[in-house]
């Protein structure tokens, strides 16, 4: 499998980014929240798995990445509609652009952390079991295009 690099999330977030403009379009045949719900979820996303990374015990991680997982990353390809996502990945029922940009900026910040962890550093996936620094790009990758691929629906 090949290693990704930072720059992949780095163009995710400039997308997340390109999208404010259309946050609070909806269209319920794609999506039943609109385009700042997945641009809201998506960026707690980077920013909890990264924070957890951050203070995970690397003595401790245990690879038990799941076949689920294993197929995701393959595919890179989530279904829609198959998982629901926890709840403090969950946006609030009113989300501010503001609120949008800063954590934004927090992910932008985090992304550039991602080169310097532990190679055991990782976060725990309620589905896919402990993703390490090995595979949390391409996590972060797969989960933010997957909403985004979303958002593109949503605005056709």
């Known amino acids: 499998m090949k290693t990704l690099d930072i720059a992949v999330l ?25 385009v700042s719900w997945h641009l809201d979820h ?16 690397p003595s401790t991680y245990v690879d038990n990445f799941s076949m689920m997982g294993r ?3 393959a595919l890179k390809y989530i279904p829609r509609g198959k998982a629901k996502a926890p709840k403090h990945v969950t946006p ?8 949008i940009k800063t954590q934004l900026a927090e992910a932008r910040d985090h ?15 309620p ?4 993703v390490n ?13 997957h909403h985004l691929k979303i958002v593109k629906s949503i605005l056709k």
Do not use: C
């Open 10 to 34: 780095q163009k995710a977030l400039n997308d997340i980014e390109s999208y404010l403009p259309n946050s609070e379009a909806m269209n319920s045949k794609v999506s039943k929240v609109n």
């Open 42 to 57: 998506s960026l707690k996303v980077i920013n909890n798995v990264l924070i957890s990374m951050k203070s995970s015990e």
């Open 71 to 73: 197929i995701v990353f």
């Open 92 to 99: 609030s029922e009113t989300i501010l652009i503001d609120d």
């Open 111 to 125: 992304i550039e952390v991602i080169p310097n962890l532990n190679k055991n550093a990782y976060f725990k996936h």
């Open 127 to 130: 589905l896919f079991g402990n």
């Open 133 to 145: 620094k090995s595979r949390v790009i391409r996590f972060l990758d797969a989960h933010t295009n």
